[in-house]
């Protein structure tokens, strides 16, 4: 994954908020590149993130874990399970910005503790210095700003070594640019920040990411320089798949199954 978004590519990851293996398997059967297991208000625990990364990563695709607000534990612990990125809520200082790096990286970036033989058994990879050489470059800590406060930090959260990269939660910030007033993730007022908060990232040298409650705004913030983009619940296209089966029901649509009678 931190290959593929290092080379440039944009991955469009799904967004499991539900905790069953099965579904997180079916997903990753889907076009997506990557899945998004979600603890922090999704009902993924430690054992559905166990499993969930298992078929995710035998399906092939780029496997990512939200972890809770201020849960550095389970940085590491989602890593010894096989994920390919972190994205850690509401890092709003320098100091959050440490303590998930500190997780997430081996020395001499961190103080990760050693024993990922989940993640090295799911990939194949034998051989602890081999692993040891690779991990820090090859996972991804990823930063939530979604703040007023970390968007006046982003200079200092950038600058630390060891966070990969942010993520925008949108939802969260357009609350702190309302004051409390309102939740729009599509807030207008708050696109100039966005794009902002991309052109810096990418300037650090750093991968940006987003969360785009309605896929038809991915286009613009691919534009912007988001390279990693969440489209919604995985709830969402459940929804959004029967509104399109009972219209088709109603009025005679086709709808392409792709093979999947
Ligand atoms: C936000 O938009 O605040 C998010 O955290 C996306 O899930
Ligand atoms: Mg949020």
């Given at each position: 994954?931190?290959?593929?978004?290092?080379?440039?590519?944009?991955?469009l990851?799904?967004?499991?908020?539900l905790?069953?293996a099965?579904?997180v398997d079916?997903?990753a059967?889907?076009?997506?590149?990557?899945?998004?297991l979600?603890?922090?208000h999704g009902g993924?625990d430690?054992r559905s993130?166990?499993?969930g990364?298992?078929?995710?990563?035998?399906?092939?695709?780029?496997?990512?874990?939200?972890?809770p607000?201020g849960?550095?534990?389970m940085t590491?612990?989602a890593l010894?399970m096989?994920?390919?990125a972190?994205i850690?809520?509401?890092?709003?200082?320098?100091?959050d910005?440490r303590?998930f790096?500190d997780?997430?990286?081996?020395?001499p970036?961190?103080?990760?503790s050693w024993?990922?033989t989940?993640?090295q058994?799911?990939r194949?990879?034998e051989g602890?210095?081999?692993f040891?050489?690779?991990?820090?470059?090859?996972t991804?800590?990823?930063?939530m700003?979604?703040?007023?406060?970390a968007?006046?930090a982003?200079?200092?959260i950038?600058?630390?070594?060891g966070?990969?990269g942010?993520f925008?939660?949108p939802?969260?910030?357009?609350?702190?640019w309302?004051?409390?007033?309102?939740?729009?993730?599509?807030l207008d007022?708050?696109m100039?920040?966005?794009a902002?908060?991309?052109?810096k990232?990418?300037?650090?040298?750093?991968l940006?990411?987003?969360f785009?409650?309605?896929?038809?705004?991915?286009p613009?913030?691919?534009?912007?320089?988001f390279?990693l983009?969440?489209?919604?619940?995985e709830t969402?296209l459940?929804s959004a798949?029967?509104?399109?089966?009972i219209?088709?029901?109603?009025d005679?649509?086709q709808i392409?199954?792709?093979?999947?009678y």
């Amino acid at each position: 994954m931190a290959n593929l978004l290092r080379s440039g590519d944009t991955l469009l990851t799904a967004w499991s908020s539900l905790p069953s293996a099965d579904l997180v398997d079916h997903l990753a059967t889907t076009g997506f590149d990557a899945v998004t297991l979600d603890m922090q208000h999704g009902g993924h625990d430690e054992r559905s993130v166990w499993d969930g990364l298992s078929a995710i990563i035998n399906r092939q695709k780029c496997a990512v874990v939200r972890i809770p607000v201020g849960r550095n534990d389970m940085t590491s612990r989602a890593l010894d399970m096989g994920a390919d990125a972190i994205i850690a809520p509401m890092i709003n200082s320098e100091e959050d910005a440490r303590a998930f790096a500190d997780a997430a990286k081996y020395p001499p970036l961190g103080s990760r503790s050693w024993g990922a033989t989940r993640a090295q058994s799911l990939r194949g990879l034998e051989g602890g210095n081999k692993f040891l050489a690779s991990a820090n470059n090859e996972t991804l800590a990823l930063a939530m700003i979604e703040t007023r406060e970390a968007v006046t930090a982003l200079d200092d959260i950038l600058a630390v070594d060891g966070i990969d990269g942010v993520f925008v939660g949108p939802s969260d910030l357009s609350i702190g640019w309302t004051n409390g007033d309102r939740v729009d993730p599509t807030l207008d007022d708050m696109m100039k920040a966005i794009a902002m908060i991309a052109s810096k990232t990418r300037d650090a040298g750093k991968l940006a990411g987003i969360f785009s409650m309605n896929p038809s705004d991915a286009p613009r913030f691919t534009q912007m320089g988001f390279q990693l983009i969440a489209l919604g619940f995985e709830t969402s296209l459940i929804s959004a798949g029967a509104q399109r089966f009972i219209k088709a029901a109603k009025d005679g649509d086709q709808i392409d199954l792709d093979g999947g009678y």
